[in-house]
């Protein structure tokens, strides 16, 4: 079979072939179901919805059939069979999925009463059996609700496969939406600029796509509501013909404070019965008194193509509009329908929103503009990276910029930057071997598209190697490169990778040996999250695991260190550059004590590495890493400090 991987030393997507005994758990083992599982306040309203629904059925006479659609490990597919389900499908798609389910199911005692089936419900022309399913129970959610199709899920699963009685676990939807001030979250949409009226890309407003993130995590101060809550839409998800893909409507709310409407919050309910008593608030804990946290669902921004300014008192009108995956939003006017956001200038299709914002905060970065003013300064600098608005800048102090950029696409984005702000010393290639002399400086920020993590910016050190092969030595910022570690006692964020074991009363360790033996045969797996939006407590002192100078060969690197957990239960890592006499770092941002709450880089994503199976419990650690000089690649491999792999 064959899977994609991107090429860090030259940023290319490539396929690799994986022999045919290659372990699609291992898919499994990555994904991060765990969350999901251990969301006890999703289970504990789920199993209620059933108990209620089953219970209606039952006093009516009614034997039950639950169609369980998204089965996942069979969880709500058990709860349904042990509050007195007569008879339970469970489909699942996923198809490593849908064999843990048969599993777990296969080893319960409710065993005769679960059939499993691995197809996509909306594939299914009808379910086999004489007793067609009268209840259907879906986690088929997302952060914007229907993401994941639900609408069609529930449409279709009601008119072909249930009996016209059917009862739907969870019954409604609501989702809700808050007009906000915020010029910190502007930042992850706004086009970067030198000046704030400026408009180098023209008036692009962005793209509708939702912006998730944990709005639990944004520091109160960063924006100021304009009104109360808004209902933007209500699903029935029992009722068929009610079920509508294209809609828009209008709603109104009176303006709490005056400001500019940057954007909008978004978060959603369930009622999962009917009953109004058993909701599952997706609020952010600062409305919402019983907040849960979890990360399979988060909060959502999204941006509007204006930004009107508001008064206290005012009648706001939203336009609110979805189609069958998606939301988009306006402000109200009487001349047309609303028209969804489509990016006009590229910046915005092609970047993450972190990357977005990390651009807006360098243009804002007065110690680093100063520091490059200071290298740069009436030289000739070749900029090195993919993606990077970095030769912008130089070019405002250095005699003659080229900037070295294998991206078509962003190329043709600093040529617009360029022809705006008349910066006729900057020429734009597409590699190396197109600059014809030699620099008098090299510089990065370093950053590429291409990277997923902030050790994939090591592309960098073989373009400046390429670059001492023609030319020589000269000058290069940054001119050292540190990967680092930390030891860290997240708050919730472990869930992601913590093993189930028993979860509601029910053995789900078939999950965690499935994905726990795919672990074991892969390097460990270090995620990518961005780190600032999860609350937790330093629990070490940084270790330093590794030093690249730039500029000198690349080998082969190994290191081993000793990490003592002191209750940390993950291990985050990330790069700090050396620019000048100026630290760039890629996660953590200030110094700190042990206990206290570290301050993540906004504008990327950090690795963390969640301690699973037997090391789930260690008092401490040793992480030994591996730099590949030929593939740029980082080999991270945790063990107990006494393992007797390790190096001597």
Not at 193 to 217: I, N, R, Y
Not at 314 to 340: G, N, P, Q, Y
Not at 402 to 413: E, K, M, T
Not at 521 to 531: F, N, R, S, Y
Request: include cysteine; charged fraction near 25%.
């Amino acid at each position: 079979m064959f899977l994609e991987r991107i090429n860090t030393v030259t940023g290319d997507r490539e396929w690799v072939v994986k022999d045919e005994n290659y372990d699609l758990a291992q898919e499994l083992a990555r994904s991060r179901f765990a969350d999901m599982i251990l969301d006890y306040d999703r289970n504990d309203k789920f199993l209620a919805g059933l108990k209620t629904i089953i219970q209606e059925k039952k006093a009516k006479g009614e034997a039950t059939h639950v169609l369980d659609i998204g089965a996942g490990t069979g969880l709500l597919s058990l709860m349904a069979a042990r509050e007195g389900a007569d008879k339970v499908t469970a489909v699942e798609v996923f198809k490593p999925m849908a064999t843990c389910a048969q599993e777990i199911t296969s080893r319960s005692e409710w065993k005769d009463k679960i059939s499993v089936i691995s197809e996509r419900s909306t594939d299914l022309e009808r379910i086999e059996g004489d007793l067609t399913p009268n209840i259907i129970v879906a986690e088929v959610f997302d952060t914007e609700l229907i993401g994941e199709g639900a609408l069609r899920t529930f449409k279709e699963a009601l008119t072909h496969l249930a009996n016209p009685n059917c009862r739907v676990v969870p019954s409604l939807g609501t989702v809700y939406v808050m007009p906000v001030e915020s010029d910190f979250l502007l930042n992850f949409n706004r086009i970067p600029s030198f000046e704030g009226q400026d408009d180098p890309l023209g008036k692009c407003s962005g793209t509708c796509a939702v912006f998730d993130v944990q709005l639990s995590a944004v520091d109160r101060s960063k924006f100021r509501p304009l009104s109360d809550p808004i209902v933007a839409f209500k699903f029935d998800f029992e009722d068929a013909s009610s079920i509508i893909y294209d809609e828009e409507f209008v709603r109104e709310q009176v303006c709490t404070a005056s400001g500019r409407l940057d954007a909008l919050l978004m978060w959603w309910d369930l009622d999962m019965d009917r009953t109004g008593v058993n909701i599952i608030d997706m609020a952010p804990s600062w409305i919402n008194p019983d907040y849960a946290w979890r990360d399979h669902w988060m909060q959502a921004v999204y941006f509007l193509p204006t930004k009107p300014d508001v008064e206290a008192g005012e009648r706001l009108s939203i336009k609110c509009a979805h189609d069958e995956f998606s939301m988009w939003f306006d402000v109200a006017d009487a001349r047309s329908s609303i028209e969804r956001m489509y990016c006009e200038c590229s910046l915005h299709s092609m970047l993450s929103r972190q990357t977005l914002f990390h651009m807006n905060e360098m243009l804002q970065d007065r110690v680093f503009i100063d520091q490059l003013r200071l290298i740069c300064q009436d030289k000739f600098i070749v900029c090195l990276g993919e993606g990077s608005i970095l030769p912008i800048l130089v070019a405002k102090f250095a005699s003659e910029v080229c900037c070295v950029d294998s991206n078509p696409h962003f190329r043709a984005v600093l040529k617009k930057y360029a022809d705006f702000y008349k910066l006729t010393n900057l020429r734009i290639v597409e590699n190396t071997l197109k600059v014809v002399r030699k620099p008098d400086a090299v510089v990065a920020e370093p950053f590429y598209l291409s990277a997923m993590n902030p050790w994939q910016n090591l592309r960098f050190l073989y373009e400046v190697d390429e670059l001492r092969q023609r030319f020589g030595e000269f000058p290069v910022e940054p001119h050292q490169g540190t990967l680092w570690a930390i030891g860290e006692k997240f708050e919730h964020l472990q869930n992601i990778a913590r093993p189930v074991g028993t979860v509601n009363g029910f053995d789900l360790s078939a999950f965690d040996e499935i994905s726990y033996k795919a672990r074991e045969a892969t390097d460990a797996i270090v995620d990518e999250q961005p780190l600032w939006e999860y609350f937790g407590r330093v629990r070490t002192e940084k270790i330093k695991m590794m030093d690249f100078e730039v500029g000198t060969p690349i080998t082969n690197k190994k290191t081993h260190r000793r990490i003592e957990l002191n209750g940390s239960n993950g291990v985050a890592l990330w790069m700090e550059w050396q620019f000048g006499d100026s630290i760039l770092s890629t996660g953590l941002l200030e110094n700190y004590e042990i206990g206290d709450a570290p301050q993540w880089n906004i504008g990327y994503r950090q690795g963390v590495y969640f301690p699973t199976g037997k090391l789930f419990e260690a008092a401490d650690l040793s992480l030994m890493v591996r730099f590949n000089a030929k593939t740029a690649d980082l080999a991270f491999h945790f063990v107990k400090s006494d393992h007797p792999a390790l190096p001597s």
